[in-house]
Protein backbone atom coordinates (compact mmCIF):
# COMPACT_ATOMS: atom_id res chain seq x y z
CA UNK A 1 0.00 0.00 0.00
CA UNK A 2 1.38 3.24 -0.80
CA UNK A 3 2.44 5.61 1.80
CA UNK A 4 1.67 9.00 -0.33
CA UNK A 5 -1.58 11.01 -0.26
CA UNK A 6 -2.20 13.24 -3.51
CA UNK A 7 -3.38 16.72 -2.63
CA UNK A 8 -5.20 19.04 -5.24
CA UNK A 9 -6.47 22.65 -5.12
CA UNK A 10 -8.15 24.80 -7.37
CA UNK A 11 -6.49 28.17 -6.82
CA UNK A 12 -2.94 29.38 -5.73
CA UNK A 13 -4.44 30.89 -2.68
CA UNK A 14 -5.60 27.32 -1.66
CA UNK A 15 -2.20 25.69 -2.71
CA UNK A 16 -0.20 27.77 -0.63
CA UNK A 17 -1.98 26.88 2.67
CA UNK A 18 -1.12 23.59 2.11
CA UNK A 19 2.61 23.99 0.52
CA UNK A 20 3.12 25.82 3.67
CA UNK A 21 2.84 22.58 5.97
CA UNK A 22 5.29 20.63 3.64
CA UNK A 23 8.89 20.04 4.25
CA UNK A 24 11.66 19.56 1.45
CA UNK A 25 8.87 19.96 -1.63
CA UNK A 26 10.78 19.17 -4.97
CA UNK A 27 9.07 19.41 -7.86
CA UNK A 28 7.73 16.55 -10.15
CA UNK A 29 7.08 17.18 -13.72
CA UNK A 30 4.13 14.66 -15.14
CA UNK A 31 5.45 13.90 -19.20
CA UNK A 32 2.43 15.97 -20.02
CA UNK A 33 3.85 19.40 -18.43
CA UNK A 34 1.42 19.10 -14.94
CA UNK A 35 4.07 20.05 -12.11
CA UNK A 36 3.42 18.69 -8.85
CA UNK A 37 5.40 19.06 -5.61
CA UNK A 38 6.82 15.70 -3.28
CA UNK A 39 7.36 16.42 0.18
CA UNK A 40 6.35 15.28 3.63
CA UNK A 41 3.78 16.82 6.04
CA UNK A 42 5.88 18.33 8.94
CA UNK A 43 8.61 17.13 10.00
CA UNK A 44 8.63 13.25 10.05
CA UNK A 45 4.75 13.29 8.42
CA UNK A 46 3.62 11.15 5.28
CA UNK A 47 4.85 12.11 1.81
CA UNK A 48 2.12 13.93 -0.07
CA UNK A 49 2.25 15.08 -3.85
CA UNK A 50 0.27 18.80 -4.48
CA UNK A 51 -0.83 20.08 -7.25
CA UNK A 52 -3.13 22.79 -8.69
CA UNK A 53 -5.70 22.00 -11.17
CA UNK A 54 -7.55 25.33 -11.87
CA UNK A 55 -11.40 26.21 -11.39
CA UNK A 56 -13.73 23.82 -12.73
CA UNK A 57 -14.75 20.01 -12.98
CA UNK A 58 -13.53 18.82 -15.64
CA UNK A 59 -10.03 20.25 -15.23
CA UNK A 60 -9.97 18.96 -12.13
CA UNK A 61 -11.12 15.22 -13.55
CA UNK A 62 -8.36 15.19 -16.00
CA UNK A 63 -6.04 16.13 -13.51
CA UNK A 64 -6.84 14.11 -10.76
CA UNK A 65 -7.15 10.83 -12.73
CA UNK A 66 -3.28 12.36 -14.27
CA UNK A 67 -1.78 12.35 -10.27
CA UNK A 68 -3.91 8.86 -9.53
CA UNK A 69 -1.91 7.26 -12.62
CA UNK A 70 1.35 8.96 -11.54
CA UNK A 71 1.56 8.22 -8.03
CA UNK A 72 -0.71 5.06 -7.47
CA UNK A 73 -1.59 7.20 -3.63
CA UNK A 74 -3.56 5.69 -0.58
CA UNK A 75 -5.61 8.44 -1.31
CA UNK A 76 -6.60 11.91 -2.87
CA UNK A 77 -7.85 15.25 -0.83
CA UNK A 78 -9.13 18.49 -3.03
CA UNK A 79 -8.76 21.32 -0.18
CA UNK A 80 -10.24 24.47 -0.70
CA UNK A 81 -12.85 26.79 -0.09
CA UNK A 82 -16.46 26.50 -0.68
CA UNK A 83 -19.59 28.25 -0.18
CA UNK A 84 -22.02 27.56 2.84
CA UNK A 85 -25.92 26.52 1.87
CA UNK A 86 -26.94 26.16 5.69
CA UNK A 87 -27.23 28.70 8.44
CA UNK A 88 -25.86 25.95 10.91
CA UNK A 89 -22.75 25.84 8.65
CA UNK A 90 -20.53 29.02 10.04
CA UNK A 91 -18.08 31.15 8.07
CA UNK A 92 -14.33 29.24 8.99
CA UNK A 93 -16.00 25.90 9.84
CA UNK A 94 -14.78 23.15 7.64
CA UNK A 95 -16.81 20.92 5.56
CA UNK A 96 -16.11 17.44 4.86
CA UNK A 97 -18.05 15.39 1.86
CA UNK A 98 -19.66 12.46 2.82
CA UNK A 99 -20.69 12.38 -0.60
CA UNK A 100 -21.12 14.84 -3.60
CA UNK A 101 -23.57 16.04 -6.07
CA UNK A 102 -22.81 16.96 -9.42
CA UNK A 103 -26.19 19.56 -9.80
CA UNK A 104 -25.74 20.35 -12.90
CA UNK A 105 -27.56 17.15 -14.35
CA UNK A 106 -30.87 17.37 -16.33
CA UNK A 107 -33.10 17.00 -18.81
CA UNK A 108 -34.97 20.12 -20.44
CA UNK A 109 -39.07 19.55 -21.29
CA UNK A 110 -41.81 21.47 -22.37
CA UNK A 111 -43.18 21.75 -18.99
CA UNK A 112 -39.55 22.63 -17.23
CA UNK A 113 -35.90 21.21 -16.20
CA UNK A 114 -35.71 17.73 -14.66
CA UNK A 115 -32.98 16.92 -12.40
CA UNK A 116 -31.11 13.81 -13.20
CA UNK A 117 -28.46 13.81 -10.04
CA UNK A 118 -25.73 12.38 -9.64
CA UNK A 119 -22.93 11.58 -6.83
CA UNK A 120 -20.95 9.33 -5.66
CA UNK A 121 -20.39 8.52 -1.81
CA UNK A 122 -17.05 9.04 -0.12
CA UNK A 123 -15.69 5.45 0.55
CA UNK A 124 -16.66 3.93 3.60
CA UNK A 125 -12.96 3.77 5.04
CA UNK A 126 -12.24 6.90 4.05
CA UNK A 127 -15.49 8.19 5.83
CA UNK A 128 -14.60 6.23 9.18
CA UNK A 129 -11.21 7.98 9.26
CA UNK A 130 -12.30 11.39 8.70
CA UNK A 131 -15.22 10.57 11.34
CA UNK A 132 -12.18 9.63 13.88
CA UNK A 133 -9.98 12.77 13.01
CA UNK A 134 -13.07 14.80 13.59
CA UNK A 135 -13.70 13.29 17.19
CA UNK A 136 -10.05 13.88 18.56
CA UNK A 137 -10.09 17.25 17.43
CA UNK A 138 -6.47 17.70 17.81
CA UNK A 139 -6.02 19.23 13.63
CA UNK A 140 -6.98 22.83 15.12
CA UNK A 141 -4.04 22.83 17.61
CA UNK A 142 -1.72 25.48 16.22
CA UNK A 143 -4.10 27.55 14.15
CA UNK A 144 -3.68 31.06 14.91
CA UNK A 145 -5.99 32.87 17.59
CA UNK A 146 -6.32 29.60 18.96
CA UNK A 147 -9.57 29.10 17.08
CA UNK A 148 -11.23 25.75 16.64
CA UNK A 149 -13.84 25.65 13.96
CA UNK A 150 -16.19 23.36 14.04
CA UNK A 151 -16.22 20.28 11.20
CA UNK A 152 -19.10 18.96 9.35
CA UNK A 153 -19.37 15.69 7.79
CA UNK A 154 -22.05 16.06 4.54
CA UNK A 155 -23.23 15.96 1.21
CA UNK A 156 -21.29 18.36 -1.17
CA UNK A 157 -23.26 20.23 -3.99
CA UNK A 158 -20.73 20.89 -7.27
CA UNK A 159 -21.57 22.90 -10.33
CA UNK A 160 -19.70 24.56 -13.00
CA UNK A 161 -20.87 28.31 -11.43
CA UNK A 162 -19.75 30.65 -8.98
CA UNK A 163 -22.84 29.99 -6.51
CA UNK A 164 -23.40 33.78 -5.17
CA UNK A 165 -27.06 34.42 -4.43
CA UNK A 166 -29.68 32.97 -2.61
CA UNK A 167 -32.62 33.35 -4.51
CA UNK A 168 -31.57 32.96 -8.06
CA UNK A 169 -33.09 29.97 -10.34
CA UNK A 170 -29.55 27.74 -9.35
CA UNK A 171 -29.73 28.27 -5.57
CA UNK A 172 -33.56 27.47 -5.56
CA UNK A 173 -32.50 23.90 -7.95
CA UNK A 174 -29.44 23.12 -5.19
CA UNK A 175 -32.73 23.55 -2.63
CA UNK A 176 -35.47 21.53 -4.00
CA UNK A 177 -33.20 18.92 -5.80
CA UNK A 178 -30.16 18.84 -3.28
CA UNK A 179 -31.94 20.42 0.13
CA UNK A 180 -28.93 18.15 2.48
CA UNK A 181 -25.94 20.04 1.08
CA UNK A 182 -24.26 21.91 3.01
CA UNK A 183 -21.80 23.73 1.11
CA UNK A 184 -21.47 24.45 -2.65
CA UNK A 185 -18.47 24.53 -5.09
CA UNK A 186 -16.92 23.70 -8.37
CA UNK A 187 -14.79 20.94 -8.47
CA UNK A 188 -15.55 17.88 -6.48
CA UNK A 189 -17.44 16.21 -9.32
CA UNK A 190 -14.60 16.15 -10.98
CA UNK A 191 -12.35 14.46 -8.61
CA UNK A 192 -15.09 12.13 -7.07
CA UNK A 193 -15.70 10.85 -11.01
CA UNK A 194 -11.82 10.30 -11.50
CA UNK A 195 -11.81 8.75 -8.08
CA UNK A 196 -14.09 6.30 -8.92
CA UNK A 197 -12.99 5.59 -12.86
CA UNK A 198 -9.47 4.46 -10.80
CA UNK A 199 -10.07 1.54 -8.86
CA UNK A 200 -12.43 3.00 -6.85
CA UNK A 201 -9.73 5.07 -5.36
CA UNK A 202 -11.03 6.91 -1.83
CA UNK A 203 -11.39 10.45 -2.27
CA UNK A 204 -12.34 12.97 0.42
CA UNK A 205 -13.00 16.50 -0.40
CA UNK A 206 -12.54 18.80 2.29
CA UNK A 207 -14.05 22.94 2.12
CA UNK A 208 -13.34 25.55 4.08
CA UNK A 209 -16.32 27.66 4.12
CA UNK A 210 -15.63 31.23 3.04
CA UNK A 211 -18.82 33.14 2.21
CA UNK A 212 -22.46 31.82 2.26
CA UNK A 213 -23.16 32.17 -1.41
CA UNK A 214 -26.05 34.39 -0.78
CA UNK A 215 -24.72 37.65 -2.69
CA UNK A 216 -22.17 38.62 -0.21
CA UNK A 217 -18.67 36.98 -1.79
CA UNK A 218 -16.66 39.81 -2.38
CA UNK A 219 -17.95 41.63 1.18
CA UNK A 220 -16.68 38.64 2.74
CA UNK A 221 -13.43 38.33 0.39
CA UNK A 222 -12.78 41.94 1.67
CA UNK A 223 -12.96 40.37 4.79
CA UNK A 224 -10.41 37.73 4.47
CA UNK A 225 -12.42 34.87 5.14
CA UNK A 226 -10.52 32.91 1.97
CA UNK A 227 -7.04 32.66 3.60
CA UNK A 228 -8.68 31.83 7.16
CA UNK A 229 -11.22 29.36 5.57
CA UNK A 230 -8.54 27.62 3.38
CA UNK A 231 -6.18 27.44 6.16
CA UNK A 232 -8.58 25.83 8.36
CA UNK A 233 -9.48 23.08 5.63
CA UNK A 234 -5.47 22.80 5.25
CA UNK A 235 -5.08 21.86 9.01
CA UNK A 236 -8.02 19.38 9.05
CA UNK A 237 -6.50 17.54 5.70
CA UNK A 238 -3.13 17.37 6.58
CA UNK A 239 -4.48 14.98 9.48
CA UNK A 240 -6.48 13.41 7.35
CA UNK A 241 -3.84 12.61 5.37
CA UNK A 242 -1.58 11.04 7.73
CA UNK A 243 -4.18 9.07 9.25
CA UNK A 244 -5.50 7.69 5.94
CA UNK A 245 -1.94 6.67 5.32
CA UNK A 246 -1.43 4.77 9.30
CA UNK A 247 -4.80 3.16 8.68
CA UNK A 248 -3.79 1.64 5.12
CA UNK A 249 -0.15 0.71 6.59
CA UNK A 250 1.44 -2.64 7.70
CA UNK A 251 -0.59 -2.89 10.87
CA UNK A 252 -3.52 -2.77 8.77
CA UNK A 253 -5.05 -6.56 9.55
CA UNK A 254 -4.10 -8.90 6.65
CA UNK A 255 -6.82 -10.11 3.74
CA UNK A 256 -7.99 -13.63 4.36
CA UNK A 257 -5.79 -16.00 2.31
CA UNK A 258 -8.65 -16.81 -0.12
CA UNK A 259 -8.45 -13.31 -1.16
CA UNK A 260 -4.82 -12.84 -0.94
CA UNK A 261 -2.93 -13.08 -4.42
CA UNK A 262 0.10 -14.28 -2.81
CA UNK A 263 -1.34 -17.22 -1.23
CA UNK A 264 -4.04 -18.03 -3.81
CA UNK A 265 -2.39 -20.76 -6.25
CA UNK A 266 -2.40 -20.81 -9.78
CA UNK A 267 -2.97 -23.75 -12.10
CA UNK A 268 -2.85 -22.34 -15.21
CA UNK A 269 0.75 -23.66 -15.64
CA UNK A 270 -0.18 -27.27 -15.10
CA UNK A 271 3.02 -29.58 -15.67
CA UNK A 272 3.43 -31.38 -19.14
CA UNK A 273 5.75 -32.57 -21.94
CA UNK A 274 9.30 -32.01 -19.85
CA UNK A 275 7.37 -31.15 -16.40
CA UNK A 276 7.68 -27.72 -15.87
CA UNK A 277 7.73 -27.76 -12.04
CA UNK A 278 6.00 -24.22 -10.31
CA UNK A 279 4.09 -21.18 -12.41
CA UNK A 280 5.49 -18.61 -11.35
CA UNK A 281 5.88 -19.11 -8.01
CA UNK A 282 2.64 -22.12 -8.39
CA UNK A 283 2.51 -24.55 -5.55
CA UNK A 284 1.82 -28.41 -6.00
CA UNK A 285 1.86 -30.73 -3.11
CA UNK A 286 3.71 -28.26 -0.84
CA UNK A 287 6.36 -27.83 -3.32
CA UNK A 288 7.28 -24.32 -5.26
CA UNK A 289 10.39 -24.02 -6.75
CA UNK A 290 10.09 -19.93 -7.04
CA UNK A 291 10.33 -18.78 -10.63
CA UNK A 292 12.65 -21.22 -12.39
CA UNK A 293 10.81 -24.21 -14.77
CA UNK A 294 12.49 -27.63 -14.92
CA UNK A 295 13.33 -30.30 -17.11
CA UNK A 296 12.67 -33.92 -15.85
CA UNK A 297 16.28 -33.62 -15.99
CA UNK A 298 16.70 -30.99 -14.30
CA UNK A 299 15.19 -32.16 -10.89
CA UNK A 300 18.22 -33.71 -8.80
CA UNK A 301 19.71 -30.30 -9.24
CA UNK A 302 16.92 -28.74 -7.73
CA UNK A 303 15.76 -30.82 -4.78
CA UNK A 304 19.39 -30.28 -3.79
CA UNK A 305 19.34 -26.63 -2.91
CA UNK A 306 16.38 -24.22 -2.15
CA UNK A 307 15.20 -21.79 -4.52
CA UNK A 308 14.41 -17.92 -3.69
CA UNK A 309 11.24 -17.46 -2.56
CA UNK A 310 10.52 -21.54 -2.50
CA UNK A 311 8.82 -23.64 -0.49
CA UNK A 312 10.47 -26.73 1.48
CA UNK A 313 8.13 -28.99 2.49
CA UNK A 314 5.56 -26.79 4.22
CA UNK A 315 8.77 -23.98 5.51
CA UNK A 316 9.17 -21.19 4.01
CA UNK A 317 12.59 -19.26 2.83
CA UNK A 318 13.58 -16.24 1.75
CA UNK A 319 16.27 -16.00 -0.46
CA UNK A 320 18.58 -14.93 2.34
CA UNK A 321 18.06 -17.59 3.79
CA UNK A 322 17.95 -20.37 1.34
CA UNK A 323 21.71 -21.21 1.24
CA UNK A 324 21.69 -22.25 5.11
CA UNK A 325 19.03 -25.06 4.57
CA UNK A 326 21.06 -28.31 4.72
CA UNK A 327 21.14 -30.58 1.38
CA UNK A 328 19.74 -33.66 3.20
CA UNK A 329 17.65 -32.43 6.23
CA UNK A 330 14.48 -33.72 6.82
CA UNK A 331 12.22 -31.88 4.72
CA UNK A 332 14.27 -32.03 1.70
CA UNK A 333 13.31 -35.68 2.26
CA UNK A 334 9.96 -35.45 2.21
CA UNK A 335 9.67 -33.07 -0.43
CA UNK A 336 11.69 -35.42 -2.82
CA UNK A 337 9.05 -38.00 -1.90
CA UNK A 338 6.07 -35.88 -2.82
CA UNK A 339 7.76 -34.71 -6.04
CA UNK A 340 8.80 -38.30 -6.83
CA UNK A 341 5.03 -38.55 -6.79
CA UNK A 342 4.40 -35.62 -8.69
CA UNK A 343 6.85 -36.46 -11.62
CA UNK A 344 5.08 -40.12 -11.30
CA UNK A 345 1.83 -38.95 -12.22
CA UNK A 346 3.21 -36.67 -15.02
CA UNK A 347 4.80 -39.22 -16.27
CA UNK A 348 2.10 -41.77 -16.60
CA UNK A 349 -0.26 -38.86 -17.79
CA UNK A 350 2.18 -38.16 -20.51
CA UNK A 351 2.42 -41.91 -21.30
CA UNK A 352 -1.40 -42.33 -21.48
CA UNK A 353 -1.69 -39.15 -23.87
CA UNK A 354 0.93 -40.60 -26.22
CA UNK A 355 -0.88 -43.97 -26.26
CA UNK A 356 -3.95 -42.02 -27.20
CA UNK A 357 -2.49 -39.91 -29.98
CA UNK A 358 -1.10 -42.96 -31.63
CA UNK A 359 -4.19 -44.79 -31.49
CA UNK A 360 -6.18 -41.67 -32.74
CA UNK A 361 -3.82 -41.79 -35.96
CA UNK A 362 -3.92 -45.53 -36.30
CA UNK A 363 -7.77 -45.00 -36.97
CA UNK A 364 -7.45 -42.07 -39.02
Not at 125 to 130: C, D, E, H, R, S
Request: neutral net charge.
Amino acid sequence: MSDLVVILTAMNLEYEAVRDRMTSPRTHRHPAGTLFEVGRLGTGGCRIALGLVGKGNHPAAVLAERAMAEFSPAAVLFVGVAGALWPSVELGDVVVASQVYAYHGGTSEDDGLKSRPRGWETSHAAAQVAQRVIRAGGWADGLPGGVRPRVHFGPIAAGEIVQDSAVSEQARWIRQHYNDALAVEMEAAGVAQAGHLHGALPVVVVRGISDRADGEKAARDGENWQPRAVAHAAAFAAALAAELVTDSGPDRPAASRKDDPATTTSMTNIATGNARVGNQGTNHGDITFGRETAGLADLPGLLGRAHPAGHIGKETCTAAEAGCLPRGGAGLVLALKRLRGLVSEVADLGARATGTITAARGLS
